[in-house]
């Protein structure tokens, strides 16, 4: 039976008391205030809905996660790093990020990142705790990605591309920074072909469990204001 949250207390049921179908929806309702959404990432899951519907929380099994050490790099990818086309910055327009993640694709019709979304994870990127990666051709905005980043965990949520390879070179570079901080583990939520391509896979969501417990608290050398020029 589907958990409905009380607003008054920011506990969530065990994770597993998630449904297997749909995979991974665990509870229903409360709000999208910043110590929520702290609650719910150090817990194991996440917010996913439509306009219109409920506050959803989810933890699927299994979990699609990157191992920073374990990143592929393909050939193409390669090339475009090297040549340098872009300039990729941290921290440095959040809120345009966001906003072009949240802007319809040729694919779906709807978008996740509603403005209640928009607005909470602004605000968790003023306490610190959400942060964007930049990717710029001269002074114009053409990729992106933001998440959060909690110990020793960075916690993927979107990602956009107005140009050829543009949030490519924008993950592949947060990587390259999370590994060189001492971050041991990418949450990338659920699975796709894009992450696939660049070595992400699936473990047991009670695995991904126990890297929380492990990693939540432990101290990493980030700093969200270096940016590669």
Known sequence: MLTWLNRNS???????????????????????????????????????????????WWSPDPRTVLFPEELHISRSLAKVLRQSRYRVTFDQDFASVIKACAAPRSYANETWITGSMQAAYVELHRRGHAHSVEVWDQDELVGGLYGLAMGQLFFGESMFSRADNASKVGFATLVEHLTAWGFVLIDCQMPTQHLHSFGARSIPRQTFADYLSRHLDQPTDADWSARRV
Not at 17 to 32: M, Q, T, Y
Not at 42 to 54: A, S, Y
């Open 10 to 56: 920011l506990d969530f049921p065990p994770l597993e008391k998630a449904l297997r179908e749909p995979n991974g929806l665990l509870a229903a309702g409360g709000d999208l205030s910043a110590d929520r959404l702290i609650s719910a990432y150090r817990h194991g899951c996440f917010p996913w809905f439509q306009d219109g519907q409920p506050i959803l």
